[in-house]
């Protein structure tokens, strides 16, 4: 527990899914919290809210909090070829992503953590025997010490470097919309570099004839969003914006190292990110469990030395870093292919039994791509299509 020399035993910078559940989890361990965001509406981040049913699970959604179930997806190919996938149950759902994150946050406040909502962290200074960290909001400039210190301000923000951390070195954008959409029944995903280079754009409908049009792009991510929403109109599938399109930062590695000195950076700050999609919210979830047991035995031990938090790293690199670095070795290479190629490619995921055996198998997860990446291109199927390409598959993908 805190003294009265210390305002918090761990000072957590950012309210997201990553920082509330750390201060949950934490607070509930017997540990004073105190969370530090500088919005008024915690959850208040773009995002598809999309979530497996994995996630579900572990960390469930109140019922309203649930727009909607997704067990199928249309996948439409560069030129215009489509995959169905559909599985008797709900792989994914659909979240009011601002009431989701939210519940977390009441949920801590209610075993003890404080919230400074509002508030900007203007700089984090590591001590020895402490953690300062300077806020400001309106009313001016407060600083606040600690035992420890959870990073968790999503990607783009200065407070890792502040803590001495690095940044995550490849990122892309992301653009989205919310419309009127009557005509979009289920999942749809648009692949090609007219719809998203590189990448891929999505229409996941929501509730009450809405959906979320977006896509993810190294550049143009405003511009391309606004050519697919016309382009969608004109198919007849989505109408007028409920709202205007936003754009927010995705990391797609890992920082070089999320632990150090009465430290731990957990969620998009340290880059825990799937990189195929983009989609953070249940990684984020899961290293901020991790994040709170390495740090819950520290404070108790009243170790706080890099070596005492290395086991962090350790444990959440365990569980996501082989299934992160595939998917981000695939991702690279599907980058250098053209139109012609991804289309192929995708004919022969959609054409034969083969491919229906690929889309049942155990290994298709809506978390783990990188299973489902090792599985796909190990089949004859699979691996006589990439030599009809001339494409090398990189070795963390073959292995």
Not at 89 to 107: G, N, W
Not at 135 to 155: E, K, L, P, Y
Not at 164 to 170: A, N, R
Not at 254 to 277: L, N
């Amino acid at each position: 527990m805190a003294n009265d020399s210390f305002d918090a035993d761990v000072l957590v910078l950012g309210g997201g899914p990553a920082g509330n559940n750390a201060a949950l989890e934490l607070s509930r361990r017997g540990h004073r919290v105190i969370v530090v965001d500088r919005r008024r509406d915690l959850g208040d981040k773009l995002c598809t809210g999309i979530v497996s049913a994995e996630c579900i699970k572990s960390f469930p959604a109140e019922p309203a909090h649930v727009r909607r179930a997704a067990r199928s997806a249309m996948v439409f190919s560069p030129l215009g070829n489509t995959i169905h996938v559909e599985r008797p149950e709900p792989q994914a759902y659909i979240l009011d992503r601002v009431a989701y994150v939210a519940s977390f946050a009441k949920r801590a406040q209610t075993a003890g953590a404080t919230y400074l909502l509002e508030h900007t962290v203007e700089s984090v200074d590591i001590h020895r025997d402490r953690v300062t960290v300077t806020v400001s909001n309106t009313a001016g400039a407060r600083s606040m010490r600690a035992r420890a210190t959870v990073v968790a301000c999503g990607f783009g923000s200065r407070v890792p470097a502040m803590a001495g951390l690095g940044s995550p070195k490849d990122f892309v954008t992301g653009a989205q919309v919310e419309v009127f959409a009557p005509n979009v029944p289920e999942v749809e995903v648009y692949v090609g570099r007219s719809y998203a280079p590189g990448f891929f754009a999505w229409t996941a409908p929501t509730s009450q004839g809405r959906a979320l049009v977006g896509l993810m792009a190294r550049r143009q991510a405003g511009e391309l969003l606004d050519q697919l929403v016309e382009r969608l109109k004109n198919e007849g599938k989505v109408n007028e914006a409920v709202r205007a399109p936003r754009k927010w930062g995705i990391p797609l590695k890992p920082i070089s190292r999320t632990y150090g000195e009465r430290v731990i950076a957990v969620g998009d700050a340290a880059g825990q990110v799937k990189p195929a999609t983009g989609g953070g919210i249940y990684y984020s979830l899961l290293a901020s469990r991790m994040a709170a047991e390495t740090l819950d035995e520290a404070l108790r031990k009243d170790d706080l030395r890099p070596k005492a938090l290395s086991s962090y790293e350790r444990s959440w690199k365990a569980v996501m870093r082989d299934d992160m670095e595939v998917a981000y070795a695939a991702r690279r290479m599907l980058d250098t292919l053209g139109d012609n190629q991804v289309d192929y490619l995708m004919r022969k995921l959609g054409n034969s039994e083969a491919a229906q055996r690929l889309w049942e198998s155990p290994s298709l997860s809506f978390d783990w791509h990188g299973r489902f990446i090792k599985t796909m291109v190990k089949t004859p199927m699979m691996r006589g299509a990439f030599r009809a390409l001339d494409v090398v598959l990189p070795k963390g993908v073959a292995r």
